[in-house]
């Protein structure tokens, strides 16, 4: 069951810049913010890359259950604020939340499928959680297909 919540947890962190920043053209339509757009995705990657380092350190002094749990609330913190922003500004803060649980629940769910996983099967195991991503590979289309269908808003509920 811990192997299956990792295996959530790193799809989770990778699906929000998949669906935003396929969809930067209709939200842009929508909100504006043309001369901002690029933020979007550097809001993600930015935080995403400099929470990392620490990541480990952390979740050995609080344990790793509880910086799942901080980085998961990052993550539906940031869905929820991109969801409901009405100016770039605010979809771009939003990212960067997204991007802040990216960052920590990536090598989170890494190191609890490492540490959980036997040791001659590790490998197996690391590649079975990463390959979860699989049914997101076409994310542009389902981004599309969502903001044609409805509104570019309900990505941050996927």
Known sequence: ??????????????IPLYLFGSSIPVIVDDIGGADRYAW?????????????????????????????????MFLVL??????????????????????????????TALAVAAELAPKSKRGLYIGAMVLTILPYCPAGLYAQLVSNAGSWRWLGLW
């Open 1 to 14: 069951m811990a192997l299956i919540s990792m295996a959530f947890l790193w799809s989770g962190s990778q």
């Open 40 to 72: 979007i995705l550097l809001a993600n990657l930015i935080p995403l890359s400099s929470v990392t380092p620490f990541v480990g350190a952390l979740s050995d002094l609080f344990g790793r259950k509880w910086v799942a749990v901080i980085g998961a």
């Open 78 to 107: 940031g869905s929820i604020v991109c969801s409901v922003a009405h100016d770039m500004n605010t979809l771009i803060g939003g990212q960067a939340l997204i991007g802040i649980g990216a960052g920590i629940n990536e090598l």
